[in-house]
């Protein structure tokens, strides 16, 4: 018998409590990015997702997160993050920005709310300007910044890292 088998599909880690992070994004160009980010935040048992303009997640892609989410659409963002603000939530944007904090030494808080900017122009002033942190994913090759829904997925895996537990 080998030392490893392959189980797929296996069932997912109990957490002790519910996530407490949202993933917002800008108005996406690409529904496949934001069908994957679908996908990812579902698969990391986060509960909401917050997208913006007019996307349509493909089903093959996002697979379960299209119903395991609460996921809403809105026109714009910029309401919406203040909103959530005011809740309590840290506003996070995943972004390469002055002053911007290296993902590998950024501390999450509980409560956080990812925003996550446009596949070609991030996230415009208005946005920025109401971010309480910035983080980068560092780079070390070509191209000079990852896909978006790739920095995402590395994103949600570190705050899972940080809560395991949710």
Same mark, same amino acid.
């Given at each position: 018998?080998?030392? !490893?088998?392959?189980q797929r599909h296996k069932p997912g880690s109990n957490?002790?409590?519910?996530?407490?992070?949202?993933? $917002?994004? &800008?108005?996406?160009?690409? #529904?496949? #990015?934001?069908?994957?980010? &679908?996908?990812? $935040?579902? &698969?990391? &048992?986060?509960?909401?997702?917050?997208?913006?303009? *007019?996307?349509?997640?493909?089903?093959?892609? $996002?697979?379960?997160?299209?119903?395991? @989410?609460?996921?809403?659409?809105?026109?714009? @963002?910029?309401?919406?993050?203040?909103?959530?603000?005011?809740?309590?939530?840290?506003?996070?944007?995943?972004?390469?920005?002055? #002053?911007?904090?290296?993902? +590998?030494?950024? +501390? !999450?808080?509980?409560?956080?709310?990812?925003?996550?900017? *446009?596949?070609?122009?991030?996230?415009?002033?208005?946005?920025?300007d109401v971010l309480d942190d910035a983080v980068e994913?560092?780079?070390?090759?070509?191209? +000079?910044? !990852? *896909?978006?829904?790739?920095?995402?997925?590395?994103?949600?895996?570190?705050?899972?890292?940080? !809560?395991?537990?949710?």
């Amino acid at each position: 018998m080998s030392k !490893f088998e392959h189980q797929r599909h296996k069932p997912g880690s109990n957490l002790t409590r519910p996530r407490e992070i949202i993933v $917002a994004c &800008a108005p996406m160009r690409s #529904n496949v #990015n934001v069908s994957s980010i &679908a996908r990812t $935040a579902s &698969a990391c &048992a986060i509960e909401r997702l917050v997208l913006t303009g *007019n996307p349509s997640l493909i089903s093959k892609i $996002a697979r379960d997160g299209e119903t395991e @989410l609460d996921i809403s659409t809105h026109r714009s @963002l910029l309401p919406v993050l203040k909103r959530l603000k005011d809740s309590g939530y840290r506003l996070v944007g995943l972004e390469q920005t002055t #002053n911007s904090e290296s993902m +590998h030494s950024y +501390h !999450f808080s509980r409560r956080t709310a990812l925003v996550i900017g *446009n596949e070609r122009t991030g996230l415009t002033s208005d946005i920025l300007d109401v971010l309480d942190d910035a983080v980068e994913i560092p780079v070390y090759g070509l191209p +000079h910044s !990852f *896909n978006a829904a790739t920095a995402t997925s590395m994103a949600l895996y570190e705050y899972c890292r940080q !809560f395991p537990q949710g």
